[in-house]
T-cell receptor
Framework: EAGVVQSPRYKIIEKKQPVAFWCNPISGHNTLYWYRQNLGQGPELLIR????????DSQLPKDRFSAERLKGVDSTLKIQPAELGDSAVYLC????????????FGPGTRLTVL | GDSVTQMEGPVTLSEEACLTINCTYTATGYPSLFWYVQYPGEGLQLLLK?????DKGSNKGFEATYRKETTSFHLEKGSVQVSDSAVYFCALSDPVGGGADGLTFGKGTHLIIQP
């Protein structure tokens, strides 16, 4: 069974440029998460989807970050415009439902903003 | 809010040594507890979990017991191998307590096993 797929694996951009990350969850997983992991830190939740609905986006910086999950499968996380402080690894995870279900993580996208 | 505190690294041990990585938590509700591992160049993988007090999670020779009285979930292994070198993250999920329904992670502990 394929795991969570993310692309690109690495992205280098200049500040003020837009950037987008893509995630394909494990087949049949209704819940999708986006996390941000700063260097030397644990991941921090940005947004959670139940099917196509964003049910928790309280940690998403809405002035420059946006996300969507059309048709309740793939998801895209966008930053526009990017700032130096956005350099981090962006992780996508999925689970069958929510709460105590195990979350499975993708390999992440390492973003460097110059 | 919820939080997880785990011992600072790096932790350097010789092969076959005993391992303990301390993890304590603060939560409003009744969380589930997890250990995730990140091997060099790879993504986060679930190592083990426990969903209620006194449960013991185990996998690949690692164990952790959910201790509600001490709010702890320490990771242990009796004899470590070089292949155990990785970053270990303690995490909790506490949706009933009103936290975001995602995982709250500790900062991670880098484990280095020398031959």
């Amino acid at each position: 069974e394929a795991g969570v797929v993310q692309s690109p694996r690495y992205k280098i951009i200049e500040k003020k440029q837009p950037v987008a990350f893509w995630c394909n969850p494990i087949s049949g997983h209704n819940t999708l998460y986006w996390y941000r992991q700063n260097l030397g830190q644990g991941p921090e939740l940005l947004i959670r989807y139940e099917n196509e609905e964003a049910v928790d986006d309280s940690q998403l910086p809405k002035d420059r970050f946006s996300a969507e999950r059309l048709k309740g499968v793939d998801s895209t996380l966008k930053i526009q415009p990017a700032e130096l402080g956005d350099s981090a690894v962006y992780l996508c995870a999925s689970s069958l439902a929510s709460s105590t279900d195990t979350q499975y993580f993708g390999p992440g996208t390492r973003l460097t903003v110059l | 809010g919820d939080s997880v505190t785990q011992m600072e690294g790096p932790v350097t041990l010789s092969e076959e040594a005993c391992l303990t990585i301390n993890c304590t938590y603060t939560a409003t509700g009744y969380p589930s507890l997890f250990w995730y591992v990140q091997y060099p160049g790879e993504g986060l993988q679930l190592l083990l979990k426990a969903t209620k007090a006194d449960d013991k999670g185990s996998n690949k020779g690692f164990e952790a017991t959910y201790r509600k009285e001490t709010t702890s979930f320490h990771l242990e292994k009796g004899s470590v191998q070089v292949s155990d070198s990785a970053v270990y993250f303690c995490a909790l999920s506490d949706p009933v307590g009103g936290g975001a329904d995602g995982l709250t992670f500790g900062k991670g502990t880098h484990l280095i096993i020398q031959p």
